[in-house]
């Protein structure tokens, strides 16, 4: 935790940090179409961050990446979320309404029973609570593993 | 050692039964449906999804994600606690 | 009963991830057996709704319309979120423990208080 790796390594670290992370939003994106959704692509963007935490020095990643960056993060991808669902009861409906589907417009094109190949246009109000959701857990896991390093850190010098 | 031998006889009687559940349940015929197969038929043109597990998890189930979230973040704010840098002067109990 | 593999996998694993919380005597042994038998109640869950010659339930070019159920891979979902959560907040108790004791030997963390 207190050196960083080779330059092989710093290298391949970089080259894939930037391949994961457009995986993973394309895995958050495409959500209501094939397997995936927000926690899972929320997962693997974490896991392009923590990639960049093991190759350098904490000190070099703490230049880049705050910690207040991930902390607003998370707390934007959860009053998002409950801000999508309380967003129904002003127009009428009920709490967690899905109230973009069928009306034209951003996420309103309709879908009828039957095997259909995707489009991107659907499901309503589905795709922002994925980008909601998938927000948060990125910066909720990235977090978690900051915190956990930077107590070993501590540790070592401190005692 | 008496200790040693109840957890041993324990292991063995869960290991038995658990063994047991395995060999009789039937695999590959669930015995009601009823839910899954609404699910599966009015999931596309209630909520527009082609992924019928998202539309669960999103809109016919979504209170229950939203509890989940709400895990997630006392899970990290509970790793901030413990983890505290101690300031100059600031004194724990047990250093 | 060759048919039941999966159910029988899911009873080893729940036996081994037992076994590890119960006889062992170092925390991170135990944290791992808690590991296993969440892993395994997880797979116990989405065995639970397969049905033969079913694909997966997503209609993005499906090669059929016999799909399993969908409803018991949204709880699993959050299963294994909140196993996450467990997990890592035990690590970090044990981490806070190390840091007092100097030893992760379930028989000498025995002090309640101080």
Redo the contacts between chains.
């Keep these: 935790m207190s050196d960083s790796m080779s330059k092989l390594i710093r290298t391949t670290a970089d080259v894939m940090f930037l391949f994961i992370t457009v995986f993973g939003l394309y895995v958050v994106l495409h959500?209501?179409?094939?397997?995936g959704?927000?926690f899972q692509g929320g997962a693997v963007i974490a896991t392009g961050f923590i990639l960049l935490i093991v190759a350098y020095r904490l000190d070099d990643f703490l230049a880049w990446f705050k910690k207040s960056t991930f902390q607003s993060c998370?707390t934007t991808?959860?009053v998002v979320?409950?801000g999508t669902?309380l967003a129904a009861i002003p127009l009428g409906y009920l709490f967690?309404m899905?109230f973009l589907?069928?009306a034209e417009g951003l996420f309103?094109?309709?879908?009828?029973?039957?095997i259909?190949p995707?489009v991107l246009n659907?499901?309503?109000?589905?795709p922002i609570?994925?980008i909601a959701?998938g927000i948060?857990?990125l910066g909720?896991l990235s977090?978690?593993i900051l915190?956990?390093t930077?107590?070993i850190r501590?540790r070592e010098e401190?005692e | 050692m008496m200790r040693s031998k109840a957890?041993w006889f324990?292991?063995v009687v869960?290991?038995g039964g658990?063994?047991f559940?395995?060999?009789s349940?039937p695999?590959?015929?669930?015995a009601m449906?009823d839910?899954?197969d609404y699910?599966?038929?009015?999931g596309?043109?209630?909520?527009?999804?082609?992924?019928?597990?998202?539309?669960?998890?999103?809109?016919f189930?979504?209170?229950?994600?939203?509890g989940?979230?709400?895990?997630?973040?006392?899970?990290?704010s509970?790793?901030?606690v413990?983890?505290r840098?101690?300031k100059k002067g600031e004194d724990y109990?047990?250093e | 009963?060759i048919?039941?593999l999966?159910?029988?996998v899911?009873?080893g694993t729940?036996?081994i991830g037992?076994?590890a919380i119960?006889?062992k005597k170092d925390l991170i042994k135990m944290i791992m057996g808690i590991s296993l038998v969440e892993s395994g109640v997880n797979l116990f869950l989405i065995?639970?709704?397969?049905?033969?010659d079913s694909i997966a339930?997503?209609?993005?070019g499906a090669p059929s319309l016999a799909?399993v159920?969908?409803?018991v891979?949204?709880?699993t979902?959050?299963s294994i979120?909140?196993g996450?959560?467990?997990l890592?907040?035990l690590l970090?108790?044990v981490?806070?423990i190390y840091r007092?004791y100097h030893t992760t030997d379930v028989r000498k963390v025995t002090k309640l208080q101080?």
């Design positions: 959500g209501h179409l094939t397997p959704g927000g998370e991808g959860l979320f409950i669902a967690f899905n589907n069928g309103g094109q309709a879908v009828s029973y039957g259909n995707g659907t499901a309503g109000t589905i609570m994925n959701v948060e857990v909720g977090i978690i915190y956990m930077s107590g501590s401190g | 957890v324990t292991l869960l290991a658990l063994f559940a395995a060999v349940l695999f590959g015929n669930p449906s839910m899954d699910f599966i038929v009015h596309q043109e209630q909520t527009g999804a082609n992924n019928i597990v998202t539309s669960i998890v999103f809109d189930r979504g209170f229950d994600t939203l989940e979230a709400c895990v997630l973040f006392t899970a990290v509970g790793v901030a413990l983890f840098h101690r109990e047990y | 009963m048919d039941n999966p159910f029988l899911v009873a729940i036996m037992l076994y119960l006889m065995a639970l709704g397969y049905r033969w339930p997503i209609f993005t799909m159920m969908p409803t891979q949204a709880l979902l959050t979120v909140i996450v959560a467990t890592a907040l970090s108790l981490m806070v007092y101080g």
